[in-house]
């Protein structure tokens, strides 16, 4: 059947809340039995007790509609579960009466009148409807997307426990994934940033990094800026197309520079360095840099020395983890979860590659209707992704992964 150029699936589908695994299998069943271009289809899943009246339109921009009869036997389901929550929790213990059997005339004045027990009984019949159906019929949903298109006061109006509900809801689908090339022919180059070695190096900085805010800062005078010092400096850093116009954020006065923290690689040009010394060189700003598009920018670095310190440390052992960092059982312990967290780092840092990858390599039309909601459409397709990753059976191959 076909209705506005939209192609419209008839079915009756059993409520799948409970188990989760019904879901799963309900959801294989329907889209097998759906997959295939037809006018209308009746498709009976049988995946658990209740059973509903389901007709799935897709309308234009990727939006979809079900129009849901719920049969009358939930509704009164509703009804009584909704009676028994609020003789419980809005009218509690009253005297002379067992709570299941408090008068329904007790709860409805308790709750404030007919308009708003009937409103509480829809709502029950609503969620336990949707939350059947949705699972089954809409699969590849964007979250929160999902609205009852039906009037509800109509509905408000039209409801009755004893007899079946139909109700409308729309909502976004996720939009196709196309692949650009055969995904058995990809091969994924990435750069991977680091190895063992340099996750221990890190976590070595990182615990160096916690001596220096437990220990003290001496005044150097006598030798010019070493590895591992700190500094006070005047710093002026500018693209060297527009040396007038500073980065924002990288024109500072009496600025505190620690050269174990130095991201630019800043130090290598100020070795030597002594007090009241200004230096001047170009530099080209990394590509992992975290402003994008100062990427590959050529600049220019005025720096002047201020002051110098050198650091006096204390040692790193048990006695300093349980003083400072009482969560951790020894300094092993400390050093080696250091260790763990840089790796794990790195490797999420790998998989954003991957998926960065993998998305040059799929494509996927986006309507106005994801532009209010990009980054949840980015969520979700994360497991997409991770799923392609698997799917691919990538493989190593010096800085690169293949698909076999």
């Known amino acids: 059947m076909h209705a506005r150029g939209a192609h419209l699936v008839?079915?009756?589908?059993?409520?799948?809340?409970?188990?989760?695994?019904?879901?799963?299998?309900?959801?294989k069943q329907l889209l097998g039995a759906s997959g295939r271009r037809s006018r209308t289809r009746t498709v009976l899943v049988q995946a658990a007790k209740r059973e509903y009246e389901v007709v799935r339109e897709v309308l234009p921009k990727d939006k979809v509609s079900l129009t849901i009869t719920v049969p009358g036997s939930i509704c009164q389901e509703g009804f009584t579960e909704t009676v028994k929550i609020m003789r419980r929790d809005v009218v509690g213990a009253l005297k002379g009466f067992r709570q299941d059997k408090i008068p329904l005339s007790e709860v409805i004045s308790r709750v404030?009148?007919?308009?708003?027990?009937?409103?509480?009984?829809?709502?029950?019949?609503?969620?336990?409807?949707?939350?059947?159906?949705?699972?089954?019929?809409?699969?590849?949903?964007?979250?929160?997307s999902e609205q009852i298109a039906t009037n509800?006061?109509?509905?408000?109006?039209?409801?009755?426990?004893a007899k079946p509900l139909t109700f409308q809801v729309t909502y976004a689908r996720l939009p196709d994934v196309q692949w650009s090339s055969p995904y058995q022919d990809i091969v994924i180059t990435v750069q991977d940033t680091g190895n063992l070695e340099s996750d221990q190096a890190a976590a070595e900085g990182l615990i160096r990094q916690y001596l220096k805010q437990e220990g003290q800062k001496r005044v150097v005078?006598?030798?010019?800026?070493?590895?591992?010092?700190?500094a006070i400096i005047n710093m002026r850093i500018a693209p060297k197309s527009n040396p007038a116009a500073p980065y924002p954020g990288l024109d500072k006065e009496k600025f505190f520079f620690d050269t174990d923290g130095d991201m630019l690689d800043l130090t290598d040009h100020m070795l030597g360095m002594l007090p009241g010394e200004a230096r001047?060189?170009?530099?080209?700003?990394?590509?992992d840099w975290h402003v994008d598009l100062w990427r590959g920018q050529t600049a220019i670095a005025d720096i002047k020395l201020v002051e110098l310190f050198s650091y006096i440390l204390p040692e790193f052992n048990d006695e300093f983890v349980a003083k400072h960092y009482p969560q951790f059982e020894s300094a092993a312990d400390l050093r080696k979860s250091l260790v763990s967290s840089t790796s794990l780092a790195r490797m999420k840092d790998l998989d954003a590659q991957i998926q960065d990858a993998i998305v040059t390599q799929v494509g996927w039309q986006i309507f106005n209707v994801y532009l209010n909601s990009i980054t949840t459409v980015i969520g979700s397709y994360n497991a997409y992704f991770t799923m392609v990753v698997v799917m691919l059976r990538v493989k190593w191959v010096g800085g690169s992964c293949t698909a076999p």
Do not use: K, N, Y
């Not at 809340?17 to 959801?27: E, F, G, Q």
């Not at 030798?223 to 700190?230: E, H, I, K, T």
């Open 10 to 27: 008839h079915s009756r589908c059993q409520g799948v809340s409970r188990p989760p695994t019904h879901v799963h299998a309900a959801s």
């Open 152 to 161: 509800m006061p109509q509905l408000m109006a039209a409801f009755d426990p």
């Open 280 to 287: 001047s060189w170009e530099f080209v700003f990394p590509q």
């Open 112 to 144: 404030g009148g007919q308009a708003q027990f009937d409103a509480a009984v829809l709502e029950t019949v609503l969620i336990r409807a949707m939350g059947d159906v949705m699972p089954i019929h809409a699969a590849r949903m964007l979250p929160g």
């Open 221 to 230: 005078a006598d030798r010019g800026l070493a590895p591992g010092d700190g």
